[in-house]
């Protein structure tokens, strides 16, 4: 059983910037990936960026590209998301996730990672 353990929200007001950490207990398959979803408040969890263990593939949903970035720690288990300029429509619960499958890609979806972290608050103030 995998348990990842997410850091580092807070609050912080428009335009600045939060590190988030996820570690995991255990590494995921060779082939897996860690993951980073969001949830506000009435709204679906929707992807946020997505990292391969081995290679180093990355994936960004569209509308976040160029202001978040996804990076990892091998050794560390542990999986990062660098957020800039952040905006108050970025407030939400933000999960990192484990997709330990074998996979060709990277995945979007929250149906495909077998194991969540708690969640972390994230509230960006106007």
């Known amino acids: 059983q995998v348990q990842l353990v997410e850091s580092g929200g807070g609050l912080v007001q428009t335009g600045g910037s939060l590190r988030l950490s996820c570690t995991a207990s255990?590494?995921?398959?060779?082939?897996?990936?860690m993951g980073w979803f969001r949830q506000a408040p009435g709204n679906e969890r929707e992807f946020v960026a997505a990292?391969?263990?081995?290679?180093?593939?990355?994936g960004y949903a569209e509308s976040l590209k160029g202001r978040f970035t996804i990076s990892k720690d091998n050794a560390k288990n542990t999986v990062y998301l660098q957020m800039n300029s952040l905006k108050p429509e970025d407030t939400a619960v933000y999960y990192c996730?484990?997709?330990?499958?074998?996979?060709?890609?990277?995945?979007?979806?929250?149906?495909?990672?077998?194991?969540w972290g708690q969640g972390t608050q994230v509230t960006v103030s106007s």
């Open positions: 996730a484990a997709d330990s499958r074998l996979r060709i890609g990277l995945s979007a979806s929250a149906y495909d990672y077998d194991y």
């Open positions: 255990e590494r995921t398959a060779s082939s897996g990936a």
């Open positions: 990292i391969m263990w081995s290679g180093g593939r990355i």
